[in-house]
Structures are given as structure tokens and as C-alpha cells.
């Protein structure tokens, strides 16, 4: 129906179709965040969607959008990606990445990338300047070498907050696993332009205590990160491990595709879905190829901001919140707290 009123207004209008909102939307990860920390996700998500939406106002390029709404996530201590990124049993950063582009149909996904700042630039160039889809740390970390990425002196991405987390994770192991993936902080954004190009990416630390060498499922295509123009655009987090198997982001947005169903009730059900059947949590956000919004989450928690007008921006971390951030209003004041 949607589709039919779409398609209708644009052949009486007899103009070029500008029925989609340019937005952006980011997470800042699933699972159980700390109140205390709320403040820090508001504010990074929300700064993420104003650079992003600012870009794509500036440019029109929703690739650009993504690429400059996750790199700021990524220098935030607050989320885990790049500077912040959680740590491995051995101690150390396993960064994995990915962004797809809906408009070509073209993907860059890296996995266990080390000491670089921007996993989803990587990504992005994998896509651009190589024929494959995928690469894997020695293959990512010539590329990044051989495209001038600067290389960090070892351990400068490990945060104490990262190192008191694997200590936390350390202590616990023995009494339960499954409780311990955290606050989570996968970052993923979505962008779609007035003419209804979408692209999604995502980038994460992973898991804090993850056996080195583990893949969740940011960089896994349809699964973690996924995007086309027919379609729409999402970026998951939670448990990698039951999101790669439920093939979540693809299920979602084929069923907005198959079926009448708005991609929001699609993607609540989906991770309702996943919960029952593995009882284990995630969420997603992203746009269908109308540019409606999908925001849902079976974990407790999930950061998200989102912008789709010059002004406002919308947030939230908790089941139902809906904040309001006023640009101009909030240029001088806190609006956080
Ligand atoms: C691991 O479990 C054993 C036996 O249940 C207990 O004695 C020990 O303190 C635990 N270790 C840690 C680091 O919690
Ligand atoms: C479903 O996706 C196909 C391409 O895979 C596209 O041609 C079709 O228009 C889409 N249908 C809807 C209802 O969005």
C-alpha cells in the first residue's frame, strides 16, 4: 500500500521523487548498560547522526554519511570500536568492520584488525579498492599499509575501561560465561539519500574475553551489516554468535520485502524471535528503502540516535524513550543531564 501511494504520488506529481527524508541513524550497541553511563552513549550517538546527517545534507553521499557518524564513534571511549575497543582473553584489540552500499551492491568487510584507528574506513576500502568483499587481518593489514593508514604503537587503543572489564570477566569466568557480555558497544549506522540510496555499516571490538581469532556478526554480510536500494538498510548488535545464524538483518528485511509488514514490527519480531528460540538478545536499527525508521532490541538496554530534519535529533536507550535534541536549543547547554 505504502509502496502503491509512493509510486502514485510521484507519476501525478510529475516531479523527481522526493517523498524519502534524508536520515541517519546509528546505534551505540545492545545489552545491559550501567545508568551511569547513559550520558556518554547520548551524547556519542547523537554527535554521530548530527556529523552524519551534516555530511549528507553538505554532499548528498550517504556513504560519506556512514563512513564520518562511525568514525566518531570509534575515537569515543565510550563504545567499543576502534579507541575503546574491548579486549581479548591474550589481552589484546580484535577489531572487525564492515559497510555495504546499496546503490552498487558493493561491500568491504575486514576481521581482526589491530593498532588503526578506523576499522570502517578500512572497510570502506576494501570496497573500493579491491575486488573482494572480505579480507582478513594479513590481507587488511597490507592494504592498510599500503593506503597510508597510520599504524598506533601497540596496546594505545586499550582503555583501562577495557583492561578493568577483561579483569571483571577474568574473575567471573569460572562461575558464568553466558552472563558476561556486558554493555556491548558495537557501533553501526544506517544513511539513505532523498533518492533512496541506502548504506549500512558497522564496526566492533567484539566480545571482552573472546578467544582470539573470533568473528561475531558485524562483518558477516546480512547477518551483522547489510544494505540495498530495494530494500532498505541495517546494522545489528548483540550476540554475535545467534545474530550470524539467524541471518538476522537479511530475515528482516526480506520480510519487508515479502510482506506488508512495516520493517519496525519486522525487526522487534525478529529479535523477539531470536530471543525465544537461542535466549540470546540483540538489536538493529537502520531505514526501509522508503526511509521509515526501525529501531528494536530484545537486549535491556540499546543506545540509538537519529536524525531525519535540519534540527531535531531523536534518542534513546531504554524500551519506549523517544528524547528530543534540539540543535539550536542544546548548542549552549547540556541537554543530557
Ligand atoms: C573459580 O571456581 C572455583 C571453584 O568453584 C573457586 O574456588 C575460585 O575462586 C573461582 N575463581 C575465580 C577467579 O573466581
Ligand atoms: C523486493 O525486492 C526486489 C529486489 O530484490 C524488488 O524488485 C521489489 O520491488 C521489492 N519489493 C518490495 C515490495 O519492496
Request: charged letters at 20%.
Amino acid at each position: 500500500m505504502k509502496q502503491l501511494i509512493f509510486i502514485q504520488s510521484c507519476f501525478i506529481l510529475f516531479i523527481a521523487c522526493q517523498a524519502i527524508d534524508p536520515t541517519v541513524i546509528c546505534h551505540g550497541g545492545a545489552g545491559s548498560v550501567d545508568p551511569s553511563r547513559y550520558v556518554g552513549k547520548f551524547k556519542g550517538t547523537v554527535l554521530a547522526v548530527q556529523l552524519g546527517y551534516q555530511k549528507l545534507k553538505e554532499s548528498g553521499n550517504a556513504l560519506d554519511a556512514v563512513e564520518i557518524a562511525i568514525k566518531s564513534m570509534e575515537v569515543d571511549e565510550n563504545f567499543n570500536a576502534g579507541y575503546g575497543a574491548v579486549l581479548t582473553s591474550d589481552g589484546e584489540v580484535e577489531m572487525d568492520a564492515c559497510i555495504m552500499d546499496g546503490s552498487n551492491m558493493k561491500v568491504g568487510a575486514i576481521t581482526g584488525m589491530q593498532d588503526i584507528f578506523h576499522p570502517i574506513t578500512l572497510a570502506r576500502r576494501v570496497m573500493e579498492k579491491t575486488k573482494y568483499n572480505f579480507l582478513g587481518p594479513k590481507g587488511a593489514m597490507d592494504l592498510a599499509k599500503k593506503e597510508g593508514f597510520e599504524f598506533l604503537p601497540k596496546g594505545t587503543l586499550a582503555t583501562q575501561r577495557a583492561k578493568d572489564s577483561l579483569e571483571r570477566w577474568r574473575q567471573a569466568q569460572n562461575v558464568s560465561l553466558g552472563e558476561m557480555v556486558g554493555e556491548g558497544g558495537t557501533v553501526g549506522c544506517v544513511a539513505i539519500d532523498a533518492n533512496g540510496n541506502v548504506v549500512a555499516g558497522t564496526s566492533t571490538g567484539g566480545l571482552t574475553g573472546k578467544m582470539p581469532g573470533r568473528i561475531g556478526d558485524t562483518p558477516i554480510v546480512g547477518a551483522g551489516t547489510y544494505a540495498d536500494n530495494y530494500m532498505g538498510g541495517l546494522s545489528a548488535t548483540g550476540t554475535g554468535e545467534v545474530i550470524m545464524k539467524s541471518v538476522l538483518i537479511y530475515d528482516i528485511l526480506k520480510r519487508v520485502n515479502l510482506t506488508e509488514i512495516t520493517i519496525q514490527k519486522a525487526a522487534q519480531d525478529a529479535c523477539d524471535e531470536m530471543l525465544e528460540r537461542y535466549e540470546d538478545d540483540g538489536g538493529v536499527i537502520g531505514v526501509d528503502r522508503y526511509g521509515n525508521t526501525a529501531i528494536a532490541f530484545s537486549s535491556e538496554q540499546m543506545s540509538w540516535a537519529y536524525q531525519n530534519k535540519d534540527n531535531e535529533i531523536h534518542y534513546g536507550i531504554n524500551k519506549g524513550d523517544d528524547f528530543l535534541y534540539n540543535i539550536a536549543e542544546c548548542k549552549n547547554k547540556n541537554c543530557f543531564v
